[in-house]
């Protein structure tokens, strides 16, 4: 039974810190995709960043690039989204994604991952 559990998350300020974290079982850890993807209340699910466990390539999107961080810990299965400068427009509910088949990061679609958690908040108080 493929699972995924996040953990992390909470309040911060505006140019603060928070740290997500993600440990996946039940599938092929080692060498697949996992990914973070976050939703605003009235906005359509967006991709955050993701990391090939493989060889830690990663991938963001625009917005977070040089903000974020995203590293695993394949010891523990495990992904860390690290999040720093965080802004407003940062808060949302975020959920921890993984390809179950295994294989690199695709684009940063929904529909292109087939676990999902159930979601940490994050909410940013300027």
């Known amino acids: 039974q493929v699972q995924l559990v996040e953990s992390g998350g909470g309040s911060a300020q505006a140019g603060g810190s928070l740290s997500l974290s993600c440990a996946g079982s039940?599938?092929?850890?080692?060498?697949?995709?996992m990914g973070w993807f976050r939703q605003a209340p009235g906005k359509e699910r967006e991709g955050v960043a993701a990391?090939?466990?493989?060889?830690?390539?990663?991938r963001y999107t625009d917005s977070v690039k040089g903000r974020f961080t995203i590293s695993r810990d394949n010891a523990k299965n495990t992904v860390h989204l690290q999040m720093n400068s965080l802004k407003p427009e940062d808060t949302a509910m975020y959920y921890c994604?993984?390809?179950?088949?295994?294989?690199?990061?695709?684009?940063?679609?929904?529909?292109?991952?087939?676990?999902w958690g159930q979601g940490t908040q994050v909410t940013v108080s300027s």
């Open positions: 994604a993984a390809l179950v088949y295994g294989g690199r990061c695709p684009v940063l679609r929904p529909s292109h991952f087939g676990a």
């Open positions: 039940g599938f092929t850890y080692s060498t697949t995709c």
């Open positions: 990391i090939y466990t493989g060889d830690g390539e990663p």
